[in-house]
């Protein structure tokens, strides 16, 4: 097998690479070592577009986080995913932090970042967010930070470069990169090898051992988890804006924000890990995530009972601190962009740019094709075209678009058919396009469904269907068949 | 837009009595929206017995009990749609449902009855730490995945939550060769009704740990092991007290919540403490002409009890549609007092006999019910697991607008 690039990692960063490349006459390869697209960091995040005060200026991350928020509207649309400008703000209820706020709103207008404003009006506030702690004293407004699904943005990244001629191979695991006198040949993975001339470095991370396979040792990865809850839709609405506490040197602090789809999402805090699979939540850190959006909204502390799911996430964290994004002269042909923690989903756009002008600048002649198609179409779903006063007749042919699946959700067949259509094969790989098994029961009801349909659709037996890939069987047994082994 | 009678949601127990009883009392144009393929709810995964002792007296497994319904809906010719899902209902009686024969659907009612049924609590409401792997299900997708689909889950089990769907589903795994390595309860007392203590786990030697919870779990593809440690007075997990306990898969049996999504939708009162509407003696909600009955009401551990609440909510929307709803004017309101956890109906006339559905909150024996001043029953045992059911007559009501139920030692 060859290629002429191939992009290592099919996270937010990989796809947006992929796609700005997929402009170009050029043959693609995206590997990603996951049964699909968008289960590294990707998948487990806050899903916030930040405006762009929180990194010190001059740094490349606070560059591209600025250009990265307003590239989004525009790929959001041309996807057909939701991007929504709910606004930040972030929220002082000391004295002491009133500083920090000016010296944020310093720090964003020396970013460029459009629009900032410090509201001091108590009353205002309140009006603005009825729920927030009446302790708050002020708070920086943000307008152009909004929120957006991640995975739904790298599978409709992916599913578009795919469309204008990227090829993506899964379960591709990258074991080691062949270098020829200072030039990459190839590379080796699980299934075989690969050759090509270029390789780019979107592993997330595993950045750093990647880029250890090319001899490129000045930086290294630590993982540092932050764990998430996420609460019924019936709190839709129970804040308006994206809530930053006010930043401490460490993280940004525990958020509470809605979710595209219209749930709570409270969290992250930071804990460094040992572990690169380390996404295990724990007591004391979903305490101290619960405790510190209490802070913010102390109407939280009732709710406890609507939490629907926990989750971790694992940041990039380097020991370099900013992004590292860089061309080499040996080996020829390797990129790396990596390191690429918060804000890397908000600047993802900006750093394919970025990458694209390395790749311009190491004399690799780019074309553009004529036939680029930046548009995605996304699933039709049957509960969209019925909320908006659409007729049954401009639905797909399909009857299985009028047979609701997941109840929580309004998931009907028609769109989990598609979503398998697309490329999901995995339990998981149906929540994050259609978001059956998304809602407040977790799956309780549309599980055995979903196996039915995959092990329809894909021709597998039940027990070859998975949640996410690996050995993530759900059924692995039929019943009798253990008494039969006995006998 | 179909005009109908009585609209009901849901064609589990409680759905399929109220439809019957419907028809019965005369409503013509009677119509069971179910989502599901067949009708008869969550019975149908039931293969166990233990249904039908109060109502038929008889002792018959899950869908033996339900198929009798199902067989009256027939000879009496009442309608049903099957693989429609209800999305909305609005106050003035229009719903809005959905199947891949019809498309949307729109129907006008003129009375309509709820019977949603519950759904089962997540992993997130308990918060319980950990990975996130396969082979973490709730009680009642295990079952169906199990006695409906012909799959079984996992081969070593740890059920947390020791209600009965967790109990039956103990024996469950055992009859078909895996091994229960525990049935986990946080409180001093299990979870479900005593037989199927003794029935399902006693009989089996399975060991029940109460007092106990799970606080982590592991595994990254598949489940790999569960951490089990005692809890103190406040529930709190005592350090040093961890266990692990290696196993595939994970049963949860926390609890079940009614299913008022679409009653939320309508802007009904919902009972916080049932997780139901309110509802009076004939299983009116707040609003005129909205009946509901069964687990949407509040959770029952009998389904003859959810049967007998089908039959009031069918004959009193039938009333309404044929003009003869007997509208009281008094209104007395039932609330919990000491040890109870939820009363329903919340609200009585106070003019003709009617079933009072107790649930308590902690067990205790030798106990007087009070409802009022005046009344008081006895009872030998009460359980929160198992409801106590009483029957008030009109000449024993003296209060006129409110009575507290309370449950105390027999003096
Ligand atoms: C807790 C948390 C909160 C965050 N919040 C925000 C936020 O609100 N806003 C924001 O802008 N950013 C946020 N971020 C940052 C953002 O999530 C990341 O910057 C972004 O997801 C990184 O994308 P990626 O593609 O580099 O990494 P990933 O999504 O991890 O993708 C890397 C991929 O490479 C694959 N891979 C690794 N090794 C190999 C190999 N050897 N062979 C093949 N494939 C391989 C992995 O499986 C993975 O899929 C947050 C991050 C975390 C963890
Ligand atoms: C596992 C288990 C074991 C039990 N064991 C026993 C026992 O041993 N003995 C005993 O007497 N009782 C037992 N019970 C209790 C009793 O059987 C149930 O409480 C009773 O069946 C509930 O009936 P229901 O009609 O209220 O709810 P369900 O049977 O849940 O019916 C509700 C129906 O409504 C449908 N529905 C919901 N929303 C919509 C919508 N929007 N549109 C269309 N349709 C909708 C659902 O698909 C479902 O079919 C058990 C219950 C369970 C769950």
């Known amino acids: 097998m060859k290629a002429d690039l191939i992009i290592i990692g099919g996270g937010i960063v990989g796809t947006t690479i992929a796609r700005e490349l997929s402009k170009y006459k050029l043959q693609v390869l995206l590997v990603e070592k996951e049964a699909d697209i968008g289960f590294g960091s990707t998948k487990a995040n806050t899903g916030i577009i930040h405006a762009g005060y929180d990194d010190i200026p001059g740094t490349i991350k606070a560059n591209l986080c600025v250009r990265g928020n307003t590239l989004w509207p525009q790929i959001a649309a041309e996807l057909g995913i939701p991007f929504i400008r709910t606004g930040s703000w972030v929220v002082a209820c000391k004295d002491e932090e009133a500083n920090t706020i000016l010296k944020l709103k310093r720090r964003g207008i020396m970013n460029n970042v459009p629009g900032l404003q410090i509201i001091d009006d108590r009353k205002q506030l309140l009006m603005l967010e009825p729920n927030i702690s009446n302790k708050v004293l002020l708070a920086l407004y943000a307008p152009t930070a909004g929120i957006i699904s991640p995975y739904e943005a790298a599978i409709a990244l992916a599913e578009n470069a795919y469309h204008n001629g990227v090829q993506i191979q899964l379960e591709t695991e990258v074991k080691d990169i062949l270098l020829e006198k200072n030039a990459i040949v190839g590379i080796r993975t699980n299934r075989g090898l690969i050759e090509t001339n270029s390789v780019i470095n979107a592993a997330g991370i595993y950045s750093d051992e990647i880029s250890a396979m090319c001899g490129i040792n000045h930086f290294s990865i630590t993982p540092v988890r932050g764990e998430y809850f996420v609460l019924d839709k019936n709190l839709n609405g129970y804040v308006r804006h994206i809530l930053f506490p006010v930043p401490t040197p460490v993280s940004k602090g525990i958020v509470v924000s809605k979710t595209v789809a219209g749930n709570l999402i409270i969290g992250p805090n930071a804990n460094n890990v040992n572990e690169k699979t380390d996404l295990a939540t724990t007591k004391p850190g979903l305490n101290e995530v619960f405790e510190g959006a209490q802070k913010l909204v102390p109407g939280l502390a009732s709710k406890r009972g609507m939490v629907i799911t926990i989750f971790a996430g694992l940041r990039a964290e380097s020991s370099i601190g900013d992004f590292i994004i860089e061309a080499y002269d040996s080996p020829r042909g390797f990129i790396n962009v990596a390191g690429i923690k918060s804000p890397g989903l908000t600047a993802a756009p900006a750093i394919a740019e970025k990458v694209i002008q390395l790749l311009k600048n190491m004399d690799s002649d780019l074309n553009e094709k004529k036939n680029y198609n930046p548009s995605r179409e996304s699933i039709q779903r049957t509960i969209d075209s019925l909320s908006t006063n659409q007729s049954w007749t401009n639905m797909p042919k399909d009857p299985n678009y009028g047979h609701m699946i997941c109840r929580c959700e309004h998931v009907s067949e028609g769109e989990i058919v598609e979503a398998i259509q697309r490329g999901a094969n995995t339990f998981d790989g149906i929540k994050f396009r259609t978001r059956a098994g998304m809602g407040r029961c977790q799956g309780g009801f549309c599980t055995p469904h979903l196996i039915r349909i995959l092990s329809r659709e894909l021709d597998l037996k039940a027990k070859s269907i998975t949640k996410h890939g690996r050995f993530s069987s759900i059924v692995p047994y039929e019943v009798k068949e253990s008494l039969m082994e006995e006998r | ?411």
């Not at chain 2, 119509?31 to 233990?50: A, D, F, K, N, P």
């Not at chain 2, 106050?91 to 891949?100: Q, T, V």
């Open chain 2, 1 to 411: 837009m179909q005009n109908i009678d009585v609209a009901i949601i849901g064609g589990g127990a409680a759905g399929l009595s109220a439809a019957i009883e419907a028809k019965k009392t005369g409503a013509e144009n009677v119509l069971v929206l179910e989502r599901g393929e067949e009708l008869g709810g969550i019975l149908q995964q039931c293969i166990h017995t233990g249904f039908g002792l109060h109502y038929f007296k008889e002792n018959l497994n899950g869908p033996e009990y339900i198929s009798r319904f199902i067989k009256t809906v027939h000879e009496l010719g009442i309608d049903y749609k099957l693989n429609t899902m209800v999305l909305q209902i609005s106050p003035n009686k229009k719903l809005l449902a959905m199947n891949s024969v019809d498309g949307p659907l729109r129907l006008q009612a003129k009375a309509i009855v709820l019977a949603m049924g519950c759904r089962e609590k997540p992993r997130g409401a308990l918060a319980i730490p950990g990975t996130r792997p396969a082979g973490i299900f709730t009680a009642g997708t295990a079952q169906r995945l199990m006695d409906v689909e012909g799959y079984l889950v996992g081969k070593k089990i740890v059920i947390l939550g020791s209600g009965d769907i967790g109990l039956i589903m103990a024996r469950r795994f055992v009859m078909e060769g895996a091994k229960v390595e525990a049935v986990v309860e946080l409180m001093p007392y299990p979870g479900g009704l005593h037989r199927n203590v003794v029935q399902c786990l006693e009989d089996f030697q399975i060991p029940l740990l109460l007092q106990h919870t799970i606080t982590n779990i592991q595994g990254r593809d598949r489940l790999k092991r569960v951490t089990t440690a005692k809890v103190d007075k406040r529930f709190t997990p005592i350090p040093g007290t961890e266990k692990n306990i290696e196993c595939d898969t994970l049963i949860l049996s926390v609890g079940l919540i009614p299913e008022n999504e679409l009653s939320r939708g309508l802007g009904i009162l919902i009972d916080t403490k049932t997780g139901g509407p309110f509802v009076d003696e004939h299983m009116e909600t707040s609003e005129r002409g909205l009946f509901a009955c069964g687990n949407v009401v509040h959770v029952h551990d009998l389904v003859d009890h959810v049967t007998w609440s089908g039959e009031v909510a069918g004959k009193n929307a039938a009333r309404v549609v044929l003009d003869t709803f007997p509208r009281y004017k008094e209104r007395i309101s039932l609330s919990a007092g000491r040890n109870v956890q939820y009363v329903v109906p919340q609200f009585i006339s106070g003019k003709k006999p009617v079933n009072l559905s107790i649930r308590v909150k902690r067990p205790a024996r030798r106990v007087e019910i009070n409802i009022g001043n005046e009344l008081a029953f006895h009872k030998p045992v009460v359980r929160p697991s198992e409801m106590v059911v009483l029957t008030l007559r009109e000449n024993q009501i003296m209060e006129k607008t409110k009575l507290t139920v309370i449950v105390r030692k027999r003096r």
